[in-house]
Protein backbone atom coordinates (compact mmCIF):
# COMPACT_ATOMS: atom_id res chain seq x y z
CA UNK A 1 0.00 0.00 0.00
CA UNK A 2 1.12 4.02 -0.87
CA UNK A 3 0.04 6.34 0.99
CA UNK A 4 -0.29 9.89 -0.30
CA UNK A 5 2.31 11.89 2.07
CA UNK A 6 1.78 15.64 2.01
CA UNK A 7 5.01 16.63 3.73
CA UNK A 8 4.09 19.74 5.28
CA UNK A 9 6.93 22.36 4.79
CA UNK A 10 8.72 19.55 2.63
CA UNK A 11 9.35 21.93 -1.26
CA UNK A 12 8.24 19.73 -4.05
CA UNK A 13 6.22 17.34 -2.13
CA UNK A 14 3.53 19.30 0.13
CA UNK A 15 -0.11 19.84 -0.97
CA UNK A 16 -0.48 22.93 -2.66
CA UNK A 17 -3.59 24.89 -4.85
CA UNK A 18 -3.28 27.00 -7.62
CA UNK A 19 -5.88 28.70 -9.36
CA UNK A 20 -5.71 30.62 -12.80
CA UNK A 21 -7.92 33.56 -13.93
CA UNK A 22 -10.02 31.49 -16.41
CA UNK A 23 -7.51 29.38 -17.37
CA UNK A 24 -3.97 28.02 -17.41
CA UNK A 25 -3.57 29.32 -21.24
CA UNK A 26 -4.60 32.08 -20.63
CA UNK A 27 -3.08 32.77 -17.22
CA UNK A 28 0.37 30.61 -17.45
CA UNK A 29 1.51 31.73 -14.00
CA UNK A 30 -1.72 31.81 -12.34
CA UNK A 31 -1.93 31.83 -8.27
CA UNK A 32 -0.45 29.61 -5.93
CA UNK A 33 -2.58 29.94 -2.75
CA UNK A 34 -0.25 30.48 -0.02
CA UNK A 35 -0.74 29.39 3.70
CA UNK A 36 -3.11 26.39 3.00
CA UNK A 37 -3.75 24.96 6.84
CA UNK A 38 -6.31 22.35 5.61
CA UNK A 39 -7.45 21.20 2.51
CA UNK A 40 -11.06 18.53 1.68
CA UNK A 41 -12.23 17.65 -1.43
CA UNK A 42 -15.95 17.33 -1.81
CA UNK A 43 -17.75 14.99 -4.19
CA UNK A 44 -20.97 14.37 -2.94
CA UNK A 45 -23.60 12.48 -5.49
CA UNK A 46 -27.28 13.19 -5.13
CA UNK A 47 -29.49 10.49 -4.70
CA UNK A 48 -33.31 10.04 -6.21
CA UNK A 49 -35.37 8.26 -3.67
CA UNK A 50 -38.89 6.51 -3.97
CA UNK A 51 -40.96 3.79 -3.04
CA UNK A 52 -42.90 0.94 -4.76
CA UNK A 53 -46.07 -0.52 -3.06
CA UNK A 54 -44.75 -4.31 -3.40
CA UNK A 55 -41.37 -3.07 -1.51
CA UNK A 56 -40.98 -2.59 2.56
CA UNK A 57 -37.98 -0.09 1.74
CA UNK A 58 -37.36 3.38 -0.38
CA UNK A 59 -35.00 2.31 -3.32
CA UNK A 60 -32.24 4.46 -4.19
CA UNK A 61 -30.05 6.44 -7.75
CA UNK A 62 -26.53 8.45 -7.70
CA UNK A 63 -27.41 11.27 -10.16
CA UNK A 64 -25.24 14.05 -10.73
CA UNK A 65 -22.81 15.31 -7.75
CA UNK A 66 -22.31 18.48 -6.38
CA UNK A 67 -18.29 19.15 -6.23
CA UNK A 68 -16.05 21.08 -4.63
CA UNK A 69 -12.89 21.70 -2.79
CA UNK A 70 -12.65 23.50 0.74
CA UNK A 71 -10.04 24.88 3.08
CA UNK A 72 -8.74 27.40 5.25
CA UNK A 73 -6.00 30.06 4.64
CA UNK A 74 -4.07 32.44 6.94
CA UNK A 75 -4.66 35.58 4.57
CA UNK A 76 -1.25 36.82 2.84
CA UNK A 77 -2.30 40.95 1.84
CA UNK A 78 -0.96 40.32 -2.10
CA UNK A 79 -2.40 36.79 -2.78
CA UNK A 80 -5.49 37.95 -1.28
CA UNK A 81 -6.03 41.28 -3.10
CA UNK A 82 -4.10 41.03 -5.92
CA UNK A 83 -0.88 42.65 -6.72
CA UNK A 84 -1.88 45.19 -7.99
CA UNK A 85 -1.07 45.32 -11.89
CA UNK A 86 -4.33 45.69 -14.15
CA UNK A 87 -4.18 42.78 -15.76
CA UNK A 88 -6.46 39.69 -16.42
CA UNK A 89 -4.58 37.22 -14.27
CA UNK A 90 -5.11 35.67 -10.93
CA UNK A 91 -2.38 37.65 -8.91
CA UNK A 92 -3.65 40.34 -10.18
CA UNK A 93 -7.46 40.36 -8.97
CA UNK A 94 -6.39 38.30 -5.66
CA UNK A 95 -8.70 35.50 -4.22
CA UNK A 96 -10.77 38.09 -3.03
CA UNK A 97 -11.49 39.70 -6.08
CA UNK A 98 -11.79 36.51 -8.22
CA UNK A 99 -14.65 35.41 -5.79
CA UNK A 100 -15.99 39.55 -5.55
CA UNK A 101 -16.17 39.43 -9.71
CA UNK A 102 -17.59 36.40 -10.15
CA UNK A 103 -14.50 34.90 -11.87
CA UNK A 104 -14.42 31.28 -13.58
CA UNK A 105 -11.19 30.17 -12.03
CA UNK A 106 -9.05 26.78 -13.11
CA UNK A 107 -7.74 25.10 -10.24
CA UNK A 108 -4.77 22.66 -9.76
CA UNK A 109 -5.10 20.76 -6.69
CA UNK A 110 -1.82 18.42 -5.71
CA UNK A 111 -2.33 16.10 -3.36
CA UNK A 112 1.30 15.90 -2.38
CA UNK A 113 4.00 13.01 -2.93
CA UNK A 114 3.31 9.28 -1.45
CA UNK A 115 5.29 7.61 1.25
CA UNK A 116 7.69 6.31 -0.69
CA UNK A 117 8.68 9.08 -2.36
CA UNK A 118 7.43 9.09 -5.83
CA UNK A 119 5.25 12.05 -7.18
CA UNK A 120 1.58 11.90 -6.17
CA UNK A 121 -1.54 13.01 -8.12
CA UNK A 122 -3.58 15.76 -8.79
CA UNK A 123 -6.74 16.78 -9.39
CA UNK A 124 -8.34 19.83 -11.58
CA UNK A 125 -11.48 21.22 -12.75
CA UNK A 126 -12.74 24.67 -13.21
CA UNK A 127 -15.06 26.51 -10.34
CA UNK A 128 -15.96 29.45 -8.93
CA UNK A 129 -14.28 31.05 -5.57
CA UNK A 130 -16.91 31.23 -2.56
CA UNK A 131 -17.26 31.28 0.63
CA UNK A 132 -14.99 33.58 1.88
CA UNK A 133 -14.98 34.87 5.56
CA UNK A 134 -11.92 36.60 6.51
CA UNK A 135 -11.68 36.77 11.22
CA UNK A 136 -9.37 37.70 13.30
CA UNK A 137 -9.51 37.33 17.02
CA UNK A 138 -7.34 37.93 19.94
CA UNK A 139 -6.48 34.58 20.09
CA UNK A 140 -5.73 33.78 16.26
CA UNK A 141 -4.48 37.36 16.01
CA UNK A 142 -3.51 36.77 12.04
CA UNK A 143 -6.52 37.18 9.47
CA UNK A 144 -7.83 33.80 8.48
CA UNK A 145 -10.62 32.74 5.91
CA UNK A 146 -12.52 29.48 4.61
CA UNK A 147 -11.79 29.40 0.92
CA UNK A 148 -14.14 27.15 -1.04
CA UNK A 149 -14.16 26.12 -4.86
CA UNK A 150 -17.54 25.01 -5.96
CA UNK A 151 -16.48 22.71 -9.26
CA UNK A 152 -18.47 23.62 -12.77
CA UNK A 153 -18.63 20.02 -13.42
CA UNK A 154 -15.64 17.12 -13.12
CA UNK A 155 -12.83 16.65 -11.60
CA UNK A 156 -10.02 15.37 -13.76
CA UNK A 157 -7.37 13.14 -12.06
CA UNK A 158 -4.10 13.04 -13.11
CA UNK A 159 -0.46 12.10 -12.54
CA UNK A 160 2.30 14.64 -11.59
Given at each position: ?29 GLLVPALQDVTVNNA ?116
Amino acid sequence: MTYIYPAPGVTGSESTLKVHHTSSSADSSGLLVPALQDVTVNNANDVFTWQQLDNGSKRNIATTATNSISGNIVLDQTSFFGDGNNSATAASQGIFGLSKNKTKVEFNLYFGDTDTGTAGKRVTGTGFITGLAPSVSADAPVWVSPITITVDGDYTVAAE
